[in-house]
C-alpha cells in the first residue's frame, strides 16, 4: 500500500530524512521507532505531505504521491494523528470529529466512531479541552477515523499517558488493525508498538538502520539494550 522510496527531507540546510526506504502492505501495522530526533515525524509528516520531500519518492497504491497536496492525500485515504493530540480545545467533542470529515464531506461515521470510544459519547457536547489526556488522544484518534483511513499514521499516541491509558490505547490500536486497518505507528514506547506490531523500523539520525518481523526485534540485542532498556 504504502512505498517510501530513498526519501530525502531537510529543514533548511539541516538534512532530517536521508535515504529512508519503508513498506507497509495492506493490513499490516508497522512500528516505527527511535530515540528523539531520529527523523520519526518528519517521516510521517512526509508522508501526510505537510513537509516537503527533497528526493525519492511516495507511493500509495502504486500512486506517486509528490504533487499530491495534504488536502488530496487525506482524500486518498492517507490519515495522520499528530504528536500532542492537537484537539480543537474549545469545540465540542462531536464538533471535532466532524471535523475529521471536512476533506470527505460527510457526517457518516459519526455514530459508530462514537460506540467505539464510549467515554467520548458520554461528553459527545462538552469541550474538548475538558477532557483528560487519554480521552483526547481516543479523540484525536476518533477524528482521524472519521476521515475513513486506509493508512492511519499514529505519531506518539501514548506520549504522557498513564500506564493504564497507555495499555488501553495499544489495545484500541490492535482492535483497529483487527478491523482492517492498515497502520504506521511511531511510539517512544518501543516495547510496546512492536509488541502489537507485525513488522518494524528502527531509525537513527534520519536513517532506517534496522528492519524486520517485530517479534525479532524484540529479540535483537542492540534493540533490547538501545530502545527497551533491557
Ligand atoms: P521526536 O520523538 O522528538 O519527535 P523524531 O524522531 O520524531 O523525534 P523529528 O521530530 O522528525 O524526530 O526530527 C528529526 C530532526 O529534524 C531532528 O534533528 C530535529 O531537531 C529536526 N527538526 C524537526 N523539526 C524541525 C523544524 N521545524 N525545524 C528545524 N529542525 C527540525
Redesign the pocket.
Known sequence: MLDVVRLDSR??R?P?LAGVDLRVAAGELVALV?A????????LRAISGVQPASGGEIRFDGRDLARLSARRRVQLGIVQVP?GRQVFGPLSVEDNLLLGAFARGSRDGLEHVLAMFPALERKRREPAGTLSGGQQQMLAIGRALMANPKLLLLD?PSMGLAPRLVAEIFAQIAGLKAQGTTILL?D?NARAALAIADRGYV?ET?RVVLSGPAADLLRDPQVRQAYLGL
Open positions: 529543514y533548511g539541516i532530517a527511535g528523539n530526533g531520529a527523523g520519526k515525524t518528519t517521516l504528536e506518539e511511531v517512544q531509525m534520519g
